[in-house]
Every structure is written in structure tokens, then in C-alpha cells.
């Protein structure tokens, strides 16, 4: 539970939230339904269930709140287009795209999505929900503003459990990399957000159709491999034989004598850290049917205690300093702090339906509330500006403040003069 002056201090924020990213409901009562839900998760203790939010003896509360989520057929995409868009324009630096995934294991088999399934995550089978949110990350702070939730094939090919749980049509069974990418793929293309890296893990068989898709969209990207990845590469000296193939991890390994020394502060932690870094520039995976168009850079790190090198990253941006590269990928360690701190505090794995328009319903909420819960309680990770403020233009512009004009390219830690996390 939050303290009393913190919770009256969000609940007022709720209240200026739902005017900013509900406008699309098209009923009062739809955004007062939303305000009680939103209050629930951020104050309520314990499991952040439609029973424990509507409290001991309030049924009608309850039924209204079910049908809320489950039910009714408001459209989620506005509403996350819209606090993505705002979280633009007033968290701090923000600086890439954070893909992370979420597996929710259950006990039984009619939550949607739900199957016995292995999961890297958790390197092992599990009966569990796989999802993934897609996270507005800066240095300071990170905010989900998108979710997919990924379908194994009985959902997607009974035609019975699909209608029992309200999956739509277009709805495909993908693996969870493929979904998130499809989702980044539609946020560059109608949301009008600014161009930023996409950061996120890739399995070895992901990969190539991971590549293709943001190249289609030139979307900057820094990707997480494994180090037994098969990667291309031309030769040395005089005459550049090749291309050769070799496990990633060995190409990096052959440029020890390269590397260089990175010192930096763990999101979290006020302990510092060095790493070893050093980086190969790669023509294409073996696996793909066709050359990359953007030259690709192989990048790995060396922890201060190990032999061997052993995190590994692509990116197409690979003209940017290691350091500053380095730092963008570890916002995956940002993301995962708040994930823990703040989103599974309001819930995010606590919806108990069936359907998949109640998911994407509550984990909608959920992304508001995460946003609520940072922003009310000293704005940590935002501009000075209050976002409470009550004289704004339509859209959630501050009255005499216009939207920021950002630059086309990505920032990267380190371009500005504020070093937060190079020392």
C-alpha cells in the first residue's frame, strides 16, 4: 500500500491520465470504469484481481468492472498510441525501445494464450502464458506502452476455443520474438513516434526474419545473440580473402587484443562496473536467404572476472562509439528493474480472465498505472514540467510549451554532454 499523501497525489494524476489517454472511450461511464480499475492497481494490496479491486461486498462494483475489462469493446490501440506519444514528449532523454518478455505460469489450461510451452526465460517446459512489452526506456526510468500476448497453435486453429475466448480473425500463431517485432513494425509505421533503436534478446532462428523486418522499415536496432550464432565475415590482410563463417563468440574472442575498457553504474546499484569490449563488422548470418542491406556490427563484452567473452549483440548503428552502443543495450537491466519495482506491483501478471480483449484491456491499465506509480511519486525518469498541470492544449501539449522537436536520429547515451552512466 502506498502512503496516504502518495496515493491521494496519484489518484489526482489518474484523474488528469484519463482525460489524456481515454479520450477514445466513447462513454462517461467506460472512463469512470477505468478510473476505479486504474486506482485498484495502484492501491490495492496483495493480487491486483477485478474481486480484490472492487472490495468485500460490492458485487454491482465487481460486475461492472468484469464487464469493463472482459466485455466491452473499447479499442486498447489509441489508448497505449497515446501514452506512448506522451511519454515522448516528457520522460528524460529517452533513448530506444525495449522489447521484454513476460511469462505468467498457470495452473490451469483456459486463460488465453495459456500451454505447456518451453521457455527460455525459464530454461525449461512450463504451462505458462508467454508475452512481451515493448518499453519507452531512458537512462532514468522505462515505461511499457505496447503488449503482445503469443498464441500457440491450439488457439489460433480450434475454432472452438477461439470463439470461447474472443480471439480476432488476424490473430496469428507466431513465436514471441516474431510478435514483438510485428508490434514494433506497426508502432513505426502509425503511431508517430520518433525514431529510436529497438533493443532486444533474438534466438538463432528468429534471427533472420528478425533482420529482414526492421530493414524493411530501416528501424535501428541492437540485438542480444547467442554466441554460437554462425556469423559471415571477410578476411584480413592484404588481399581479404573470404568471407569466412565462425561461431560469434570465436570472432570475438580472436580480437581480445582489441578490446577496450568501459566503466559504468548499474541501473540500480551505486556500485560502478568495467567491462571489455571489441566488435567485428559482419556481412550476414548464414541462415538468410539474402544480404542485409545496412552493414551489420558484431559487438561482445567480456565481464571483469571471465576467460572468455560472453555477451554478444548485433546492431545495424555500428557507427557509433562502443560504449555508447553498449550502454543502449544494457537498458534491458532499466527495464527489468522497473519491471520488477513498479509493473508487477500494479499487476501486470494478475488478470485472471479468459478472453483476449480483457488481457489486452487490463494490461493496457496496467502500462497506465506503471506510468502513474513513477510519475506520481517524484516524477523519476520525466522533464520538470508537471504532468498534472491543468492548462494543456488538446492532446496533452503544456499551454505555452510545445511539443519537443526531437532530432531524426537516436540519442545515445553519451551524445550529450550529460554522461550519466560514463565516467
Sequence with gaps: ????????????????????????????????????????LVRTSGKKTIRNIAGTGASSVEQSLQQFISKSPWDWTPV?????QHLERTAQRPLAWVVQP????????????????????????????????????????????EWTLTLPGPWTSELLRRRRAGIPDTARSQTPAQDAVHAVQRMAATWQLQRRPVVMEVSNTDLP???????????????KVDGSLPVSFGGAGRHKPGPYTAPARELIDS????????????????EGAVTLLTSAHILATPAEDRPVPAPLLLMGAWTEASLMPSEFWITNIGDRPLAQLFLLAKLTDRVALDFTETCEPVGIRDFEGRSFRGWHHHATLASVAHAARLLGTGGRGTDPVSLASPARYPGGHTQGRPPAVLPPRPLIPGQSARRAYIR
Aim: glycine residues 6%; positive net charge.
Design 1 to 40: 500500500m502506498l502512503p496516504e499523501d502518495s496515493s491521494t497525489e496519484i489518484s489526482e494524476l489518474i484523474d488528469v491520465l484519463i482525460s489524456l489517454f481515454f479520450e477514445s472511450l466513447p462513454r462517461r461511464d467506460q472512463r469512470n470504469w477505468a478510473r476505479v480499475y486504474l486506482n485498484g
Design 80 to 84: 497505449r498510441r497515446s501514452l506512448a
Design 102 to 145: 513476460m511469462v505468467i505460469e498457470k495452473a490451469g489450461d483456459r486463460s488465453v494464450g495459456v500451454g505447456r510451452q518451453f521457455v527460455p526465460q525459464l530454461g525449461r517446459t512450463a504451462n505458462c502464458q508467454q508475452a512481451g512489452g515493448i518499453w519507452l526506456a531512458s537512462s532514468e526510468a522505462s515505461f511499457p506502452v
Design 209 to 223: 526474419s528478425v533482420l529482414e523486418a526492421f530493414a524493411l522499415q530501416d528501424i535501428p536496432f541492437v540485438l
Design 255 to 270: 580480437l581480445r587484443s582489441q578490446r577496450r575498457v568501459v566503466e559504468w553504474t548499474r541501473h540500480g546499484r551505486a
